[in-house]
Structure formats: structure tokens, C-alpha cells
């Protein structure tokens, strides 16, 4: 299998699993090696890049040079998610009302 057409495997196998959005991952192949790089929106996304690239054949090895994007928040949506996974943990007590 030739460089490029690796490449192409990789790339389109990355298109076709739900959990990653290609869009910002540059694929290069030298010999059996692929590199990702670009940019995903969380670790698990990262992790399932890699998985993918992995399942094509021809692949011997993989690195993944993707980096992980911060979400784009203001203080009032990090405090929003923040709460919303305080309400969800029954671990915490719940504010009574009164």
C-alpha cells in the first residue's frame, strides 16, 4: 500500500466514525506510520481518532498529535454545567427548600 493511498484509508475511515468530526485532522502516512494532527473537542474524541486509524489495514503504527480545543465558555455557561452536574450526583445533598 502506497503512502497516499493509507492516507486516504485513514481519512476516510476517520469520516466514517460517528465520534470524530474529521473537519480539523490532517492525515500523513510515511511507510506503515500515520500521524494525526490537528485539533479535536475532547479527549474521548482524540482517543476514538486514534482507535480509527488503527483499524485500517496497513496500519502498523499511530501518532497522535491531535490537540485537545478548550470549549469556548463564558464564566455563566462553566457555572451552569457546574451546577447541572452538582443536581445530578445523588451523592451531594440537594438544597431544601423552604
Known sequence: MTDRSLQASVTAE???EPT???ADIAVSAEGSVVTLR???SSGWEKHQAGNAAQR???VSSISNQLLVRAPDW???AILGAVVWVLMLDSLIPQPRGG
Open 20 to 22: 470524530v468530526d474529521g
Open 14 to 16: 476517520l469520516a466514517w
Open 74 to 76: 463564558d464564566a455563566t
Open 56 to 58: 485500517v489495514g496497513g
Open 38 to 40: 490537528g485539533t479535536v
